[in-house]
Each structure stands twice: as structure tokens, then as C-alpha cells.
């Protein structure tokens, strides 16, 4: 929801920074992996109780997450770079509610049912834009992208948001988390609805 209205604020100085990382011969795999590797490891500290560890982890992961798209508009857009971004998202989105599971059993239950709803998000997403592929259709609403964003209620920076709001209130994730969840279910429904417009014929 509010990814496309934070972008013109965003993307300019992640692309000088971008362009300065080209410039040095940084790739923009290399960055995507090393942003693996860090929600990797927020989710491994989150699950230890380390949640200030996980939240500087969180912030280092997403601000990696935003420079690997600026380096490759800076060199080139690749399919497996775009492959590489998508995988290294959701491994992201899935160790954080994961590791606030194993980090108490309280929070197991919530983090299955977001976990599973983040899930359902990341199937309608992907069927989206497989869809919009075989139609040829485009936006540039996200900036450019490797393939078709669709917008909707619940996206990158309001799990980012909850993400954060997890790590400084752990002792609410239960009910952040199961209201996240409900907000993702709707996400789904909205792009629901926007495909039967857009593919019904």
C-alpha cells in the first residue's frame, strides 16, 4: 500500500549509492546474497531472544534488499538477479515470524498462522505477475522490477513496520502478528479481485 507513494523519496539515493557500489565493482547478486544471509541470521537471533541483534539485522537486510535493485539499474536487469531478489524476500519474510515462534511457545501459533498467511500473499503475488507476464502487461509503479508488481494492502514496507514493531514490543507479537495476518488475508482477497478484472477475458 504505501510502497509505490514511498518510492520518489527512496530511490534516488539508493541509486547514487547504487551507482557508487557498480562503480566499484559490486554486483548486485552479491548484495542479495549477503542479504540472505543476514535474515538468515535475524531469524536465528530472533529465535534466541536476541531482539535488538534481530532488529539492526532486520534494518542492515531490508536497506540491502533496496541497494541490490539500485545496482542492477545501474549495470544491467537480469532474470536471475530478479529470481534471486524475489527468493531472498521471502526467505526474509518467513525467518522473522519463525524465529519469534521458537523464541517463545506463546508465539507459536500466531507465527504458523502468519507464516501461512504470508504464504497465500506470496502465491497471489507470483501468480500475478506470471500472469501479467503471459499478457505482456507492465507498471512502473514499484520503479523498474525484473516482473510485474502488484500492489495491495499488506506489502514491503508495512511488514517491514510490523517487523520492526515486533522486535520493540516482542511481548505483543501474539496479537501484532495475528492482526498482520488478517490484514495479509485481505491482501489476498484485493488481488483477487483485481485479477478476475484483469484476466477474466
Given at each position: 500500500?504505501?510502497?509505490?507513494?514511498?518510492?520518489?523519496?527512496?530511490?534516488?539515493?539508493?541509486?547514487?549509492?547504487?551507482?557508487?557500489?557498480?562503480?566499484?565493482?559490486?554486483?548486485?547478486?552479491?548484495?542479495?546474497?549477503?542479504?540472505?544471509?543476514?535474515?538468515?541470521?535475524?531469524?536465528?537471533?530472533?529465535?534466541?531472544?536476541?531482539?535488538?541483534?534481530?532488529?539492526?539485522?532486520?534494518?542492515?537486510?531490508?536497506?540491502?534488499?533496496?541497494?541490490?535493485?539500485?545496482?542492477?539499474?545501474?549495470?544491467?536487469?537480469?532474470?536471475?538477479?530478479?529470481?534471486?531478489?524475489?527468493?531472498?524476500?521471502?526467505?526474509?519474510?518467513?525467518?522473522?515470524?519463525?524465529?519469534?515462534?521458537?523464541?517463545?511457545?506463546?508465539?507459536?501459533?500466531?507465527?504458523?498462522?502468519?507464516l501461512a498467511c504470508f504464504g497465500l500473499t506470496g502465491t497471489s503475488f507470483l501468480a500475478f505477475a506470471t500472469m501479467a507476464a503471459k499478457r505482456g502487461l507492465e507498471t512502473s509503479a514499484h520503479g523498474r522490477k525484473s516482473f510485474f508488481y502488484n500492489?495491495?494492502?499488506?506489502?514491503?514496507?508495512?511488514?517491514?513496520?510490523?517487523?520492526?514493531?515486533?522486535?520493540?514490543?516482542?511481548?505483543?507479537?501474539?496479537?501484532?502478528?495475528?492482526?498482520?495476518?488478517?490484514?495479509?488475508?485481505?491482501?489476498?482477497?484485493?488481488?483477487?479481485?483485481?485479477?478476475?478484472?484483469?484476466?477474466?477475458?
Amino acid at each position: 500500500m504505501l510502497d509505490a507513494r514511498l518510492r520518489p523519496l527512496i530511490d534516488p539515493p539508493l541509486n547514487a549509492v547504487g551507482r557508487t557500489l557498480a562503480e566499484l565493482g559490486v554486483t548486485a547478486n552479491a548484495i542479495s546474497a549477503i542479504g540472505i544471509a543476514l535474515g538468515i541470521g535475524a531469524g536465528v537471533a530472533l529465535a534466541q531472544g536476541q531482539f535488538a541483534i534481530g532488529l539492526v539485522l532486520i534494518i542492515v537486510n531490508r536497506l540491502l534488499d533496496g541497494l541490490d535493485g539500485a545496482v542492477a539499474r545501474a549495470t544491467q536487469l537480469s532474470d536471475f538477479g530478479g529470481y534471486l531478489d524475489i527468493v531472498g524476500d521471502f526467505v526474509f519474510y518467513l525467518a522473522v515470524p519463525l524465529g519469534f515462534g521458537l523464541a517463545d511457545p506463546a508465539n507459536l501459533k500466531p507465527a504458523m498462522a502468519l507464516l501461512a498467511c504470508f504464504g497465500l500473499t506470496g502465491t497471489s503475488f507470483l501468480a500475478f505477475a506470471t500472469m501479467a507476464a503471459k499478457r505482456g502487461l507492465e507498471t512502473s509503479a514499484h520503479g523498474r522490477k525484473s516482473f510485474f508488481y502488484n500492489t495491495g494492502l499488506a506489502e514491503g514496507t508495512e511488514t517491514i513496520i510490523v517487523f520492526i514493531a515486533f522486535c520493540l514490543f516482542p511481548a505483543h507479537f501474539p496479537i501484532i502478528a495475528l492482526a498482520y495476518a488478517g490484514l495479509c488475508i485481505l491482501t489476498v482477497i484485493q488481488r483477487t479481485a483485481v485479477a478476475w478484472v484483469t484476466f477474466r477475458n
